[in-house]
């Protein structure tokens, strides 16, 4: 009979292994599991994310773990893994599988939920701006950790981007490295914001078919048991099986020190993980239980981010540095700086902020505070304001053959503003006739209406305000 969350003893007093029938797979000692699952097995609240080709949440080996998520192929809210797919239900399990119900393996992680994020479309193809939006929604949602098990040649700014936005709320990006056994670097692991994760055999050689090099930070084993689509257990091989196994690891560590930076958490990973080294990676085989006992497990420390363009109408977002997850309370202040003083905005105390044209020239900062403690990010650059016309060009000057024209470019809101003035002819249709700030009247004209164009431009927008026309010239 078994018995729901039962553990077996084996081998030293402080090591644990579920009672499913593959719990004692290799690929679990290889991690150190059980010892790190007699500190830690996760807990509900601690989501991993999974950026992928959906989940199947009915699997009953994932039963109760799976939260609803996104289907960013479809745009609906269906983020169920499609007949004939199952890769994304393989890499939940080999995260998060339950353990001691009877069925299959026990992810690392055996208490953490899982966010199911479909971006794996027909033919296996994912769309660079899906993993981004996937990854941005991971944060929003309160993941702990996003795992990528796909990957490509191609780097993506926006997905680099999201990754450090990620970074900075406090939530860690794990990616496979891939399998194309050479050393030609494969996105999104080769970000350096990303824990990019090979595939070892589990006694620490390099898997023949891992992608490896210096941008390949861990090994995970090269196979481990997975959750097969349709309910059945297995085991899955390669990165995309390693990635999540270690995915999982990282999810222990944060639900073993919530308030741990994503600096403090990739340390505590390096130094465990180096004292077993893989050739063709920085560090080395992950070791779960020595990155448990590495983490500091201190207070708080909060490390304010802005991101965003600093442009009237666009939103800014604050990040702490701290996991969500963590319900850290946490009161925010958006402050106007200039020339080294900084005020405050008033109605400005969430952690997005849309400037105004009165922040204009202005650098913003923000401020955050929790109790005992508070910090202020860095400045942002000067709030830049689109050209917008408030009071039209005029033009000054008979309309005679002979007679110089000049143009007073009116009046206009916006920053660090660049004129160009374009002169024309209109009979009535108008025609350019010139490009500077005056312009001499000339025979040709006679009989037309003379105007003038002013084009204002910025790093913003370009806008363009025209005088009256003058009258007929003589």
Same mark, same amino acid.
């Given at each position: 009979?078994?018995?729901?969350?039962?553990?077996?003893?084996?081998?030293?007093?402080?090591?644990?292994?579920?009672?499913?029938?593959?719990?004692?797979?290799?690929?679990?000692?290889?991690?150190?599991?059980?010892?790190?699952?007699?500190?830690?097995?996760?807990?509900?609240?601690?989501?991993?994310?999974?950026?992928?080709?959906?989940?199947?949440?009915?699997?009953?080996?994932?039963?109760?773990?799976?939260?609803?998520?996104?289907?960013?192929?479809?745009?609906?809210?269906?983020?169920?893994?499609?007949?004939?797919?199952?890769?994304?239900?393989?890499?939940?399990?080999?995260?998060?599988?339950?353990?001691?119900?009877?069925?299959?393996?026990?992810?690392?992680?055996?208490?953490?939920?899982?966010?199911?994020?479909?971006?794996?479309?027909?033919?296996?193809?994912?769309?660079?701006?899906?993993?981004?939006?996937?990854?941005?929604?991971?944060?929003?949602?309160?993941?702990?950790?996003?795992?990528?098990?796909?990957?490509?040649?191609?780097?993506?700014?926006?997905?680099?981007?999201?990754?450090?936005?990620?970074?900075?709320?406090?939530v860690l990006v794990v990616a496979a490295a891939g399998n194309e056994a050479s050393e030609g670097e494969q996105y999104p692991a080769a970000f350096p914001e990303?824990?990019?994760?090979?595939?070892?055999?589990?006694?620490?050689?390099?898997?023949?078919?891992?992608?490896?090099?210096?941008?390949?930070?861990?090994?995970?084993?090269?196979?481990?048991p997975v959750t097969v689509l349709g309910g059945a257990s297995g085991v899955g091989c390669m990165t995309s099986t390693s990635s999540p196994l270690v995915a999982?690891v990282v999810a222990l560590m944060r639900a073993h020190d919530p308030y741990a930076s994503v600096a403090e958490v990739e340390e505590a990973l390096t130094r465990?993980?180096?004292?077993?080294?893989?050739?063709?990676?920085?560090?080395?085989?992950?070791?779960?239980?020595?990155?448990?006992?590495?983490?500091?497990?201190?207070?708080?420390?909060?490390?304010?981010?802005?991101?965003?363009?600093?442009?009237?109408?666009?939103?800014?977002?604050?990040?702490?540095?701290?996991?969500?997850?963590?319900?850290?309370?946490?009161?925010?202040?958006?402050?106007?700086?200039?020339?080294?003083?900084?005020?405050?905005? @008033?109605?400005?105390?969430?952690?997005? !902020? +849309?400037?105004?044209? &009165? *922040?204009? #020239?202005? %650098? /913003?900062?923000?401020? $955050?505070?929790?109790?005992?403690?508070?910090?202020?990010?860095?400045?942002?650059?000067?709030?830049?304001?689109?050209?917008?016309?408030?009071?039209?060009?005029?033009?000054?000057?008979?309309?005679?053959?002979?007679?110089?024209?000049?143009?007073?470019?009116?009046?206009?809101?916006?920053?660090?503003?660049?004129?160009?003035?374009?002169?024309?002819?209109?009979?009535?249709?108008?025609? @350019?006739?010139?490009?500077?700030?005056? !312009? +001499?009247?000339?025979? &040709? *004209?006679? #009989?037309? %209406? /003379?105007?003038?164009? $002013?084009?204002?431009?910025?790093?913003?927008?370009?806008?363009?305000?025209?005088?009256?026309?003058?009258?007929?010239?003589?």
């Amino acid at each position: 009979m078994v018995v729901a969350g039962a553990f077996l003893v084996v081998g030293a007093a402080y090591a644990l292994t579920p009672n499913d029938p593959l719990a004692t797979h290799p690929a679990y000692a290889a991690l150190n599991l059980p010892e790190a699952w007699e500190t830690s097995t996760g807990a509900p609240h601690v989501v991993i994310a999974i950026v992928d080709s959906g989940v199947d949440a009915t699997h009953p080996d994932l039963a109760g773990a799976v939260l609803a998520g996104y289907d960013f192929v479809d745009d609906d809210e269906d983020a169920a893994d499609p007949p004939g797919s199952g890769h994304g239900t393989a890499v939940a399990g080999a995260a998060a599988a339950r353990a001691g119900n009877g069925i299959g393996g026990a992810g690392p992680c055996s208490r953490c939920s899982l966010l199911p994020l479909r971006v794996l479309g027909p033919g296996g193809i994912a769309a660079m701006a899906d993993v981004a939006r996937a990854i941005d929604f991971a944060v929003d949602r309160g993941a702990a950790v996003v795992n990528v098990s796909l990957y490509g040649e191609s780097p993506s700014q926006s997905v680099r981007d999201a990754i450090r936005r990620a970074r900075a709320g406090g939530v860690l990006v794990v990616a496979a490295a891939g399998n194309e056994a050479s050393e030609g670097e494969q996105y999104p692991a080769a970000f350096p914001e990303t824990i990019s994760v090979g595939s070892a055999t589990y006694d620490g050689r390099r898997a023949s078919y891992s992608s490896h090099g210096a941008w390949v930070g861990y090994a995970g084993p090269e196979c481990a048991p997975v959750t097969v689509l349709g309910g059945a257990s297995g085991v899955g091989c390669m990165t995309s099986t390693s990635s999540p196994l270690v995915a999982g690891v990282v999810a222990l560590m944060r639900a073993h020190d919530p308030y741990a930076s994503v600096a403090e958490v990739e340390e505590a990973l390096t130094r465990a993980s180096r004292v077993r080294p893989v050739a063709g990676f920085r560090a080395g085989l992950v070791d779960a239980a020595a990155a448990l006992r590495e983490l500091r497990r201190g207070s708080p420390v909060l490390r304010p981010t802005i991101f965003g363009d600093p442009v009237a109408g666009r939103e800014l977002e604050a990040f702490t540095g701290i996991w969500s997850g963590a319900k850290l309370p946490v009161t925010y202040q958006w402050e106007r700086c200039s020339r080294g003083a900084c005020s405050s905005i @008033p109605g400005t105390t969430r952690s997005r !902020y +849309v400037p105004t044209s &009165a *922040d204009g #020239g202005f %650098r /913003l900062r923000v401020t $955050v505070a929790t109790t005992g403690d508070g910090a202020a990010s860095a400045q942002t650059r000067a709030v830049a304001v689109a050209p917008r016309p408030l009071v039209r060009p005029t033009v000054s000057g008979r309309a005679r053959v002979g007679t110089r024209l000049r143009v007073s470019v009116g009046r206009w809101q916006g920053t660090d503003l660049r004129f160009a003035v374009n002169w024309h002819r209109c009979t009535p249709l108008c025609e @350019p006739i010139g490009a500077s700030r005056s !312009y +001499v009247v000339r025979r &040709a *004209d006679r #009989g037309a %209406r /003379l105007l003038a164009e $002013v084009v204002a431009s910025n790093v913003v927008a370009t806008a363009t305000a025209r005088s009256r026309a003058t009258g007929v010239v003589r």
